[in-house]
């Protein structure tokens, strides 16, 4: 038959109270091997208490081609944080 | 957007002297591409055929605290392989292409594997030299410039530390025990030493890689420059083991402040390159057969995934 098991990405929360984070990807059948192969691979020294898996191929990701329109109008809005604000020293609890 | 070539390639060299990283979806030069997929594979097949050797000895381990380490250990090598074939995948080469090119010959993993395990003190003597030499090309490897890869080598070079510890405290063991113990480790070093200081390929002058992986900081140290690092660290860690490195040549340079060492044999290393080490053959075939014999166990998971997912689609439309 040959034909490759598909690419899933892994995700793993280190522990309650912390986001998912993206460990790297593996191939597994499905989404029960995914999740198998994944406490295998990503999860032998307790690296995590949660797995998530999806198949790579439902990611859409941006393209880095167009990282200038997407991300550079973000830069000149120096407004938007808060040192932009010039206030007195002994301002205090702001 | 009608960069020409020479552009896209001066802004890509300009990112990587900045020191930013260059991630899979990003533009890049075909051979950076192609330099990397050879790299990180024989990378990662070197992973894969490494548990082979150090698995002879699973069955034989001579206590249980020693089998679970060993064990473990093998354990992360496959760990280790599947983390960087997914790195190398990310350049747009699939996994089943990756293991044609290992099983066909085409592709080549680190020729120290091609060394046979002869006694117990092997395992010690492969965790100690043979992992030792790994993690001074992996730290390097840490900071090279292609994103997944030096993910990967971050996760590999926390885990290979325990990898060279059990081996050390092996070596030790022996080291300390009777005095036919004490020779068999000193036998497994005679052996290990130089197929170790291979490891790090040729000399400078003669490897035909090195100038474009430092240009590409795909590599950030050159293979002689690594091979003193390891000789400077190893050799002290063989004296405290009361352990005789087989080097008549070796002395400490006060000048230079490191180890002076004898010269490599670098025909063995071609030879066994080229596929006339002790193992090749014994390697391909076990990697071969298991890969055959394998083959309904994946076709069996793929039609039993086809099978369930078909199920639940028509469970939904009876909905």
Same mark, same amino acid.
């Given at each position: 038959?040959?034909?490759?098991?598909?690419?899933? *990405?892994?995700?793993?929360?280190?522990?309650?109270?912390?986001?998912?984070? /993206?460990?790297?990807?593996?191939?597994?059948? !499905?989404?029960?091997? +995914?999740?198998?192969?994944?406490?295998?691979?990503?999860?032998?020294? $307790?690296?995590?208490?949660?797995?998530?898996?999806?198949?790579?191929?439902?990611?859409?990701?941006?393209?880095?081609?167009?990282? =200038?329109?997407?991300?550079?109008?973000?830069?000149?809005?120096?407004?938007? /944080?808060?040192?932009?604000? !010039?206030?007195?020293?002994?301002?205090?609890?702001? | 957007?009608?960069?020409?070539?020479?552009?896209? @390639?001066?802004?890509?060299?300009?990112?990587?002297?900045?020191?930013?990283?260059? @991630?899979?979806?990003?533009?890049?030069?075909?051979?950076?591409?192609?330099?990397?997929?050879?790299?990180?594979?024989?990378? +990662? /097949?070197?992973?894969?055929? =490494?548990?082979?050797?150090?698995?002879?000895?699973?069955?034989?381990?001579?206590?249980?605290?020693?089998?679970?380490?060993?064990?473990?250990?093998?354990?992360?090598?496959? %760990?280790? =392989?599947?983390?960087?074939?997914?790195?190398? @995948?990310?350049?747009?080469?699939?996994?089943? *292409?990756?293991?044609?090119?290992?099983?066909?010959?085409?592709?080549?993993?680190?020729?120290?594997?091609?060394?046979?395990?002869?006694?117990?003190? !092997?395992?010690?003597?492969? %965790?100690?030299?043979?992992?030792?030499?790994?993690?001074?090309? $992996?730290?390097?490897?840490?900071?090279?410039?292609?994103?997944?890869?030096?993910?990967?080598?971050?996760?590999?070079?926390?885990?290979?530390?325990?990898?060279?510890?059990?081996?050390?405290?092996?070596?030790?063991?022996?080291?300390?025990?009777?005095?036919?113990?004490?020779?068999?480790?000193?036998?497994? &070093?005679?052996?290990?030493?130089?197929?170790? &200081?291979?490891?790090?390929?040729?000399?400078? *002058?003669?490897?035909?890689?090195?100038?474009?992986?430092?240009?590409?900081?795909?590599?950030?140290?050159?293979? !002689? *420059?690594?091979?003193? $690092?390891?000789?400077?660290?190893?050799?002290?860690?063989?004296?405290?083991?009361? #352990?005789?490195?087989?080097?008549?040549? #070796?002395?400490?340079?006060?000048?230079?402040?490191?180890?002076?060492? =004898?010269?490599?044999?670098?025909?063995?290393?071609?030879?066994?390159?080229?596929?006339? %080490?002790?193992?090749?053959?014994?390697?391909?075939?076990?990697?071969?057969?298991?890969?055959?014999?394998?083959?309904?166990?994946?076709?069996?998971?793929?039609?039993?995934?086809?099978?369930?997912?078909?199920?639940?689609?028509?469970?939904?439309?009876?909905?």
């Amino acid at each position: 038959m040959k034909k490759e098991w598909p690419i899933w *990405e892994v995700f793993i929360r280190s522990k309650n109270g912390l986001e998912h984070r /993206h460990v790297g990807s593996l191939h597994a059948a !499905d989404e029960t091997m +995914a999740i198998e192969n994944a406490r295998d691979v990503y999860t032998r020294r $307790q690296e995590g208490v949660s797995i998530w898996v999806v198949e790579s191929k439902h990611i859409t990701a941006s393209n880095p081609d167009n990282n =200038g329109e997407m991300f550079e109008p973000a830069k000149d809005k120096a407004y938007r /944080h808060p040192t932009f604000y !010039d206030l007195p020293v002994e301002l205090k609890h702001m | 957007m009608s960069l020409n070539i020479e552009q896209l @390639e001066k802004e890509f060299q300009d990112k990587i002297d900045r020191g930013e990283n260059i @991630e899979p979806k990003d533009w890049m030069p075909e051979k950076y591409r192609k330099t990397h997929i050879r790299q990180i594979s024989q990378h +990662a /097949h070197s992973e894969i055929i =490494g548990m082979l050797p150090e698995g002879n000895w699973i069955t034989r381990a001579p206590s249980l605290r020693r089998k679970v380490a060993l064990l473990a250990k093998v354990q992360d090598e496959a %760990g280790h =392989g599947l983390y960087l074939y997914s790195a190398a @995948e990310t350049l747009g080469i699939s996994r089943d *292409e990756l293991f044609d090119q290992l099983l066909t010959g085409k592709a080549k993993y680190s020729s120290i594997f091609n060394y046979p395990t002869l006694s117990w003190a !092997d395992i010690g003597a492969i %965790g100690w030299l043979v992992d030792g030499a790994a993690i001074i090309n $992996q730290v390097m490897l840490t900071r090279t410039s292609y994103g997944p890869y030096a993910r990967a080598m971050v996760r590999i070079c926390k885990e290979e530390s325990f990898h060279q510890r059990q081996g050390y405290e092996i070596m030790l063991t022996l080291s300390n025990g009777t005095e036919a113990q004490k020779q068999m480790a000193q036998d497994s &070093l005679n052996r290990w030493w130089w197929p170790s &200081l291979m490891m790090f390929g040729p000399p400078d *002058e003669v490897s035909t890689h090195t100038e474009q992986s430092m240009k590409w900081k795909i590599k950030r140290k050159t293979n !002689d *420059e690594l091979r003193q $690092q390891f000789v400077d660290i190893t050799v002290p860690q063989a004296e405290i083991l009361g #352990l005789t490195v087989p080097d008549p040549d #070796l002395k400490w340079n006060e000048e230079r402040a490191h180890y002076d060492f =004898g010269e490599i044999n670098w025909d063995e290393f071609w030879q066994v390159i080229k596929g006339y %080490g002790p193992c090749n053959k014994e390697r391909m075939t076990t990697r071969r057969k298991s890969w055959d014999e394998g083959e309904w166990v994946r076709d069996a998971a793929v039609a039993h995934a086809e099978k369930k997912a078909a199920r639940r689609a028509e469970l939904k439309k009876a909905v």
